[in-house]
């Protein structure tokens, strides 16, 4: 995938460790010729300190310069100067230093702790190690801990790995190893593919948006047009700088590791689908709900309710009217959703959602046999589908007392033959969103439409919503990448 160069302010420094082809001093590295380079380039910036204007911070700029993927960035460097810790999950510090702090130190005021790549020995603090490195990419990081009443991070910063004992020598190597393996491979004389594209999933998601022949599909796609398509996991956050683009085939949501691949490629200056702000204003229904409305976009008769607001829970009937449906903010293929009969039914069903959020939306009912789905990219539509409610249910997909999800019947067809007005429609409620990769669903009952809700991470199955376009609907979104990637290299925007 791409020629690791690792840089080191003195080659003294890297004595300890193994010899390597791959180690450059700083100088030496500074003075390399400028020139384009057809084979990627991952630089690991070991220098012994990121001062402004120092030599690891020009290593890290004139890395950026050229092309290189460099780790610290310069804005990574400047981050960890303002101690930002935007992102980071600290709200249960205190219970996982108790897990391994010993008995006899509860009078411990301070603790510090080296973190290497985002790996650290000390098991309960794993995911905060992990979350540091993934918001501040840097090879190695000092934590710094204080407590007063309770425990907080009083500092980030670079370590040095030249003042590493031998110990500590020992896990950064076994982390570099980690981290780099997949780097260190024989450099290609000159690469087989214009762009490479990371495609983030789940094998073992129960209900993806694409399904294992939809991601073939689109692996092919990419090589038609010399795009190298990658599957890639959530475990493979550190080498999302390797690639030109992130395609995400994974179902969103903005407390997950999906958002920070999103904003991690965003950071990074990647083409991005679905970029991080679609995200956001996708995943939240309540945030959508608001949205369309300020738009003078028709959607269902629709009431904010608050948890312990009984009064305002029973006002729904008469502001409603029977059946209400109410929805927890982020639920996704037709989870989190319940709908009530009576008062007795919409208390216990919000009873029971209210267990996940403290907001609710409650919704009229809008009978139909079947939702629109219109998929849109770009600003245009890309595919119409119908899909019909689960047999003998009011959703599409029944979840069922199992959990096993059954799911109704559906029809693919073209564009033109979908009704205009849900077309057009389905463009309005994308517009405010931005210019992705969105799936619109659209109710039309006795004349009247309403949007029932936008993706930001559209369903594309193989058999489903290919079933009319076929290989050009992969094609058609291969298609918008490399424009995208084309532009970007020209330093034209979108």
């Known amino acids: 995938m791409?020629?690791?160069?690792?840089?080191?302010?003195?080659?003294?420094?890297?004595?300890?460790?193994?010899?390597?082809?791959?180690?450059?001093?700083?100088?030496?590295?500074?003075?390399?010729?400028?020139?384009?380079?057809?084979?990627?380039?991952?630089?690991?910036?070991?220098?012994?300190?990121?001062?402004y204007l120092g030599l690891g911070y020009y290593v890290s700029l004139l890395a950026e310069a050229r092309g290189h993927k460099v780790?610290?960035?310069?804005?990574?460097?400047?981050?960890?100067?303002?101690?930002?810790?935007?992102?980071?999950?600290?709200?249960?510090?205190?219970?996982?230093?108790?897990?391994?702090?010993?008995?006899?130190?509860?009078?411990?005021?301070?603790?510090?702790?080296?973190?290497?790549?985002?790996?650290?020995?000390?098991?309960?603090?794993?995911?905060?190690?992990?979350?540091?490195?993934?918001?501040?990419?840097?090879?190695?990081?000092?934590?710094?801990?204080?407590?007063?009443?309770?425990?907080?991070?009083?500092?980030?910063?670079?370590?040095?790995?030249?003042?590493?004992?031998?110990?500590?020598?020992?896990a950064f190597a076994a982390a570099l190893d980690a981290f780099s393996k997949k780097l260190w491979r024989k450099p290609r004389a000159r690469r087989k593919f214009r762009y490479d594209l990371a495609m983030l999933h789940d094998p073992a998601e129960a209900m993806p948006p694409s399904n294992k022949k939809a991601l073939k599909h689109f692996i092919e796609a990419g090589k038609e047009l010399g795009i190298e398509v990658d599957p890639i996991g959530r475990n493979d956050f550190a080498r999302l700088a390797e690639y030109d683009g992130l395609f995400i085939r994974e179902t969103t949501s903005l407390d997950n590791h999906t958002y920070r691949f999103a904003h991690r490629a965003e950071r990074e200056d990647m083409v991005v689908i679905d970029d991080?702000?679609?995200?956001?204003?996708?995943?939240?229904?309540?945030?959508?709900?608001?949205?369309?409305?300020?738009?003078?976009?028709?959607v269902p008769r629709t009431e904010t309710?608050?948890?312990?607001?009984?009064?305002?829970?029973?006002?729904?009937?008469?502001?409603?009217?029977?059946?209400?449906v109410l929805k927890i903010p982020d639920g996704s293929f037709s989870r989190g959703i319940t709908k009530a009969e009576s008062l007795a039914e919409l208390k216990t069903g919000?009873?029971?959602?209210?267990?996940?959020?403290?907001?609710?939306?409650?919704?009229?009912?809008?009978?139909?046999?079947?939702?629109?789905?219109?998929?849109?990219?770009?600003?245009?539509?890309?595919?119409?589908?119908?899909?019909?409610?689960?047999?003998?249910?009011?959703?599409?997909?029944?979840?069922?007392?199992?959990?096993?999800?059954?799911?109704?019947e559906f029809r693919t067809l073209p564009i033109r033959e979908a009704p205009p007005e849900v077309v057009k429609l389905a463009l309005r409620a994308t517009a405010p969103i931005g210019d992705g990769l969105y799936g619109v669903d659209i109710k039309a009952a006795d004349k009247r439409l309403a949007i029932i809700e936008v993706n930001d991470n559209p369903n594309i199955d193989a058999g489903i919503e290919d079933a009319y376009l076929g290989d050009d609907l992969y094609r058609r979104v291969m298609e918008e990448f490399l424009r995208r990637l084309e532009r970007k290299r020209l330093g034209i925007p979108h």
């Open 350 to 408: 919000a009873e029971q959602l209210f267990q996940h959020t403290a907001l609710l939306l409650a919704q009229e009912y809008m009978y139909t046999e079947f939702d629109w789905r219109i998929g849109v990219l770009n600003n245009q539509a890309l595919f119409a589908c119908q899909y019909f409610m689960s047999r003998g249910h009011w959703q599409i997909y029944n979840h069922g007392a199992t959990g096993a999800a059954k799911s109704g």
């Open 276 to 298: 991080p702000v679609s995200i956001l204003r996708c995943t939240n229904k309540i945030y959508l709900n608001d949205l369309l409305k300020s738009r003078k976009l028709p």
């Open 305 to 324: 309710v608050f948890r312990d607001d009984l009064k305002r829970l029973e006002q729904l009937p008469e502001l409603l009217g029977f059946p209400i």
């Open 71 to 170: 780790i610290p960035s310069v804005r990574t460097i400047n981050d960890l100067r303002r101690r930002s810790l935007y992102g980071i999950d600290i709200e249960d510090l205190n219970q996982k230093l108790a897990k391994f702090l010993p008995e006899d130190g509860r009078d411990t005021t301070d603790f510090s702790l080296l973190v290497y790549f985002g790996q650290t020995s000390y098991g309960p603090l794993q995911d905060l190690a992990r979350q540091v490195f993934e918001t501040f990419p840097c090879p190695i990081l000092k934590i710094e801990f204080e407590r007063q009443k309770v425990w907080q991070i009083a500092s980030l910063r670079p370590a040095g790995f030249h003042t590493l004992t031998d110990q500590q020598e020992d």
């Open 2 to 51: 791409s020629r690791l160069v690792i840089v080191v302010e003195k080659l003294s420094d890297w004595g300890s460790y193994y010899p390597s082809e791959n180690v450059v001093a700083a100088i030496d590295y500074l003075k390399q010729p400028v020139g384009a380079d057809d084979e990627r380039v991952q630089v690991i910036n070991l220098c012994r300190n990121f001062k």
